[in-house]
């Protein structure tokens, strides 16, 4: 038998193993294609094995992985990765994921893990500070803008309808008074799903029409009241652009209603230069915004942020009575009970970064975003959107040489980046948000671009 000492030495050795394999994947990640080869994905069908009987070596299940796994993952931890808006992930943050591994804790609470209690209000108070959000605000650290959206959005219905003297909890929805759902015609999907799950149906849900730039139109908002939630958006996906939160929101707040705003990405342009475009945002109840998009943290990383503290940790509480904790514990302000602390990761971006180098990666992605579309126009592309972020929306002379292009880009290997359609026409969409991405890997994009132009019109 085994004793736990020479499992221990195993164990470590499979973990030097693992971080050796990892460090070789970003040393060799430039080399390779950005989405994988043909033959890299036909040799995905190596997993294609049975449930073992009995289990196997773990160093020859990680080798398996890493010879046939690694080379099917889509470079997006590289510069030259423009999907999305996807980010990659900084080394402060990517290192400390690695020793929280080791740690294994459960951040539902500080005697689940007095560390990431404590981290992890740090990280709030940091994310407040850089974001210049209301101080009192509970920050919940969860697992996407789509969680967070959906526990902001259940304490705005909740607050509402405790004013209009209804108890959610114990009476529920059937027979509570209306609340009013108004969002824009450009909401994310991912705030459809959260007012969907949350059964707000959506052929009840007013639907505010954009303006030619993708902004929810003020001038066609409906009467708003104490028992509406308006959901607002800093950084539209297509355009990057952002609602006139400093017209909307004083409105929505005279006639009483819950503002909550979609940052996912755009919450970012706040803390550098650009935080002119969010003017007003702090106005709102309740922001989401994400950690693994702009501030280039790993998977899964969010924050749910609430101006009223109490009532997110009413929404999401979860207290038992073998489990009880302060209202400020994380399982009290976010879906999960058991949880990962996710807001170290957070802490350690931002640690890293310090308030100065946010505000140059921010800066840094808007004006390669320009560059681009500079470049993309120089080509003899059309730009669509006024490129005020990091996102840039772009198409050929028409739909289907639109679709060739985004073909041609994809299959170089050299770039990637998706397709989209804006306002009826097919378009492509770069997105610069990538820490390690900087003007050469720019300058490569646009040659790139140009010859696949250059290839097309021959
Ligand atoms: C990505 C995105 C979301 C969803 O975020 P997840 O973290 O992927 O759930 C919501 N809104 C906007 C504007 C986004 O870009």
């Not at 302000?333 to 180098?357: C, D, H, M, N």
């Amino acid at each position: 038998m085994s004793s736990y000492r020479d499992d221990l030495a195993q164990e470590v050795q499979l973990i030097r193993n693992a971080d050796d394999r990892a460090a070789e994947y970003l040393r060799q990640i430039g080399q390779r294609r950005v989405f994988p080869s043909d033959e890299s994905l036909a040799g995905l069908a190596a997993f294609d094995e049975a449930l073992p009987e009995h289990g196997k070596d773990p160093a020859e299940g990680l080798a398996l992985l890493d010879e046939k796994g690694s080379p099917a993952t889509v470079a997006t931890n590289d510069p030259r990765y423009f999907g999305f808006v996807i980010g990659a992930a900084l080394p402060a943050a990517a290192a400390a994921e690695r020793l929280m591994l080791s740690w294994d804790q459960s951040a539902s609470l500080f005697l689940g893990s007095p560390v990431a209690a404590k981290i992890e209000k740090i990280a709030a108070n940091w994310l407040l500070e850089i974001l210049d959000l209301p101080r009192e605000s509970a920050v919940g650290f969860g697992t996407s803008a789509t969680a967070c959206t959906l526990a902001c959005i259940a304490a705005a219905r909740r607050s509402i309808l405790a004013r209009q003297g209804w108890d959610v909890d114990d009476n529920g929805l059937t027979g509570a008074p209306e609340v009013e759902i108004v969002i824009s015609e450009t909401a994310h999907i991912t705030v459809k799903k959260a007012l969907r799950v949350l059964g707000f149906g959506l052929k009840r849900i007013h639907v505010v029409p954009c303006d030619p730039f993708g902004r929810l139109d003020p001038s066609q908002l409906p009467p708003l009241s104490d028992r509406t939630i308006l959901v607002l958006q800093a950084g539209e996906v297509n355009t990057g652009e952002f609602d006139a939160f400093k017209d909307i929101v004083p409105l929505a707040r005279a006639a009483g209603a819950w503002v909550h705003v979609d940052g996912a990405f755009g919450l970012w342009a706040r803390a550098s230069s650009h935080a002119h475009l969010t003017e007003g945002i702090e106005q709102a109840e309740s922001w989401t915004t994400d950690g693994h998009k702009w501030l280039n943290t790993p998977y899964d990383c969010a924050m749910a942020i609430c101006r009223d503290a109490d009532a997110l940790a009413g929404a999401m509480n979860s207290d038992a009575v073998y489990s009880s904790a302060s209202p400020d514990a994380q399982k009290n302000l976010t879906l999960e009970f058991s949880r990962r602390p996710r807001g170290i990761p957070v802490w350690a971006a931002l640690r890293s970064l310090g308030k100065a180098g946010v505000a140059e990666m921010v800066e840094r992605h808007c004006s390669l975003a320009r560059q681009i579309a500079e470049g993309l126009e120089d080509a003899g592309f059309t730009v669509l959107n006024r490129v005020v972020l990091n996102q840039v929306l772009a198409c050929a002379t028409n739909d289907e040489e639109t679709k060739a292009v985004i073909r041609a880009a994809q299959d170089s290997g050299e770039m990637w980046f998706g397709a989209s359609v804006w306002q009826g026409r097919a378009a492509f969409r770069i997105s610069v948000s990538s820490w390690r991405t900087s003007a050469p890997h720019v300058e490569k994009l646009i040659a790139l671009m140009k010859e696949i132009r250059r290839q097309q019109s021959q």
